[in-house]
């Protein structure tokens, strides 16, 4: 097999630590990102890893970055569906816009990078299709019916896959993380964050991007052939599926 890796959403938080994480055990590793280019630019200097831009909401940009991928680094064995975005709001708020924009992105964007790199994988009977989903997408989450909605999806979606890629070498699994050191959680307001939010979690921290990179990285090992359809619950014992 080659050991050619995409990681979508690639450059930033877990994103970026599942690329380098991939990079350590001997991958080619190509990090997609949507639009922070300064990010990236930093992520590429910082760590030598390349960067491609497009928007994985769109599948004509989705299937020309996978050959322009293919073509400077070679055939992808690896997928990593790490891009979200979240369009928060109660129910009787949400527009059409914020549900079709977290759809498109989060569930649909699954679809457009996973479909293009199906037919190649069948072909060289090896693959490893890893969707980065969420505890809330297994239990739910008020203010997040759309991302809820959308990562409930990506799980469906790999154990449906997950049937008619184990005669074809493909494994298609799901990480879903709790919260996690990003970023984003961090930017949440302290004594929310200490009051609310962690005293939930029975391990008494958040989790550490470094934490979900190696659950990615024995997933698109061979050593997890027989592993398919499965999800691994990495949340500090918040919730357990």
């Given at each position: 097999?080659?050991?050619?890796?995409?990681?979508?959403?690639?450059?930033?938080?877990?994103?970026?630590?599942?690329?380098?994480?991939?990079?350590?055990?001997?991958y080619s590793v190509a990090a997609n990102y949507a639009?922070?280019?300064?990010?990236?630019?930093?992520?590429?200097?910082?760590?030598?890893?390349?960067?491609?831009?497009?928007?994985?909401?769109?599948?004509?940009?989705?299937?020309?970055?996978?050959?322009?991928?293919?073509?400077?680094?070679g055939p992808v064995s690896v997928l990593v569906n790490?891009?979200?975005?979240?369009?928060?709001?109660?129910?009787?708020?949400?527009?059409?816009?914020?549900?079709?924009?977290?759809?498109?992105?989060?569930?649909?964007?699954?679809?457009?990078?996973?479909?293009?790199?199906?037919?190649?994988?069948?072909?060289?009977?090896?693959?490893?299709?890893?969707?980065?989903?969420?505890?809330?997408?297994?239990?739910?989450?008020?203010?997040?019916?759309?991302?809820?909605?959308?990562?409930?999806?990506?799980?469906?979606?790999?154990?449906?896959?997950?049937?008619?890629?184990?005669?074809?070498?493909?494994?298609?699994?799901?990480?879903?993380?709790?919260?996690?050191?990003?970023?984003?959680?961090?930017?949440?307001?302290?004594?929310?964050?200490?009051?609310?939010?962690?005293?939930?979690?029975?391990?008494?921290?958040?989790?550490?991007?470094?934490?979900?990179?190696?659950?990615?990285?024995?997933?698109?090992?061979?050593?997890?052939g027989f592993i398919t359809g499965s999800t691994i619950?990495?949340?500090?014992?918040?919730?357990?599926?």
């Amino acid at each position: 097999m080659t050991k050619v890796a995409i990681v979508t959403g690639g450059s930033r938080g877990i994103g970026a630590a599942i690329s380098i994480a991939l990079k350590t055990v001997g991958y080619s590793v190509a990090a997609n990102y949507a639009g922070n280019d300064a990010a990236a630019a930093k992520f590429k200097a910082e760590t030598g890893i390349p960067v491609y831009k497009w928007s994985v909401a769109d599948y004509d940009a989705c299937a020309a970055g996978i050959k322009q991928v293919e073509a400077d680094l070679g055939p992808v064995s690896v997928l990593v569906n790490n891009a979200g975005i979240t369009r928060d709001a109660m129910f009787h708020k949400i527009t059409r816009e914020q549900w079709k924009e977290v759809i498109d992105t989060n569930l649909s964007g699954v679809f457009n990078m996973t479909h293009p790199l199906w037919s190649g994988m069948r072909d060289r009977k090896f693959g490893r299709i890893i969707t980065i989903s969420s505890i809330n997408g297994q239990k739910g989450q008020a203010g997040q019916v759309n991302y809820s909605a959308a990562k409930a999806g990506d799980i469906g979606f790999s154990k449906a896959l997950a049937q008619e890629g184990a005669r074809a070498g493909i494994t298609v699994n799901v990480i879903c993380p709790g919260y996690i050191a990003t970023e984003m959680v961090k930017a949440i307001d302290e004594k929310v964050l200490n009051e609310r939010i962690i005293p939930q979690i029975p391990v008494g921290r958040l989790g550490e991007p470094e934490e979900i990179a190696r659950c990615v990285v024995f997933l698109a090992s061979e050593d997890a052939g027989f592993i398919t359809g499965s999800t691994i619950t990495a949340n500090g014992g918040q919730y357990f599926a």
